[in-house]
């Protein structure tokens, strides 16, 4: 059964850190790259970061360059990608999702909610 799993989200203060994890199994995920993508209410979906199979590349949203860096731990059976979120700003609460591949054509995880309020 494919699976990506998110979790570590939750209510944090401005300035506060925060770090995601997506378990993909299922799949052979680490022959993908893996992403993720956040939506705020009322507004679209959008692509946040993306890392490539080999750990090498990775890409950022011009939003979240210099506060978030993606990361991945390929073992056997599961896929471990981790999005680390420094600096929070409130602009940055949504629902964050994990996929694979990134261009979202893929495989969806079915999100963590991240709120950063004071």
């Known amino acids: 059964q494919v699976q990506l ?6 209510l944090v203060q401005p ?3 925060l770090t995601l994890s997506c378990a993909a199994s299922g799949f052979a995920f680490e022959h993908l790259n893996i ?10 979906r959008e692509g946040v970061s993306c890392i490539d199979e080999s750990n ?11 506060r ?7 073992a056997k ?10 600096n929070l700003k409130p602009e940055d609460t949504a629902v964050y999702y994990c996929t ?5 054509l893929g ?10 309020s004071s």
């Open 77 to 86: 059976n599961t896929v471990t990608v981790y999005l680390q979120m420094k």
């Open 68 to 74: 978030f860096a993606v990361s991945r731990v390929n």
């Open 107 to 116: 495989y969806w995880g079915v999100g963590t909610q991240v709120t950063v």
């Open 15 to 17: 300035g506060d850190s």
């Open 56 to 66: 090498s590349s990775t890409w950022y949203a011009d939003s979240v360059k210099g």
């Open 100 to 104: 694979s591949p990134c261009s979202g």
């Open 5 to 10: 799993v998110e979790s570590g989200g939750g």
């Open 35 to 44: 992403g993720w993508f956040r939506q705020a209410p009322g507004k679209e």
